[in-house]
Every structure is written in C-alpha cells, then in structure tokens.
C-alpha cells in the first residue's frame, strides 16, 4: 500500500448513492504526487476538525467492537433517528457489523481531518 504519512488532504467527497469515500491527497514532495484515499461500502463517517491544509498522519484498521466502545454515547444520542442503522440493542448491531465484515477506519491527524469511516473496504492508490 501507498505511504500516506504526511499527506495534504486536498479534498473528500462522500458518495451517498454508491456508499464511498474519496479523499484526494498530495504527498509534500516536490512532484506533489497525487494519492486517492477510497473507503467502499460506507455505513457511516463522521469527520472533525476539518481544515485547509489538513495533514494525514495514519489511518488505522479496528474491530467493530472498538466502534461501539469508542462511541458509546453518539450511538446512544442517534439511536432512535435510525443512525447508523436501524436496531434494538448494541448487541444487535454489532452483530450485524461483524456479519457484513465491516471495518473500523481511524483517520488521524498531524494537523485538521481526523475522524473514523466504518466501510466494508479501503484502498489507496494513484
């Protein structure tokens, strides 16, 4: 996979129709080459501290499991609006992520973007 360490966030957009993630990054070198940052079959993103210049330091892959513990009260505060889905109990949901194969994505941030997308897939490339 493609060093995105460092990376300018240029650009994102969210897909809703097609549930994907771009992120359109530039590496600091000189030639300023360009990387694509995908998350496919997106469930649900919520991004931060949003800023011009906003510098990628990871993006880190957890269990679902870690999504609920991390987000315990945002889960809490949506539930009934049917974010990110419609379901009874934690437990419930949980297993419908661990069915599908969803992933926990983490973005971190040297400076500005950060935030998590659960997805099914992530790539990146030229």
């Known amino acids: 996979m493609l060093n995105i360490h460092d990376n300018e966030i240029v650009s994102y957009e969210v897909d809703f129709r ?3 993630i771009t992120i359109l990054t530039l590496d600091g070198n000189e030639d300023s080459v360009t990387t ?3 998350f496919t079959d997106v ?3 919520m991004f931060e501290t949003q800023l011009q210049g906003s510098i990628i330091f990871d993006i880190s892959t957890f269990e679902v499991s870690r999504f609920l513990k991390s987000n315990k009260e945002l889960l809490e505060k949506q539930k009934n609006y049917g974010w990110p ?5 934690a437990e419930d949901l949980l ?4 069915n599908e ?6 973005i971190s941030a040297s ?3 950060n935030g998590w997308v659960i997805a ?7």
């Open 101 to 106: 194969k969803y992933n926990y994505y983490v």
């Open 18 to 20: 097609e549930s994907r």
């Open 43 to 45: 469930l649900a993103h």
């Open 120 to 126: 099914k897939g992530y790539k990146v490339y030229n």
């Open 85 to 89: 889905m419609h379901y009874e109990k």
């Open 36 to 38: 694509n940052i995908e």
């Open 95 to 98: 297993e419908h992520l661990q």
């Open 111 to 113: 400076y500005g973007l």
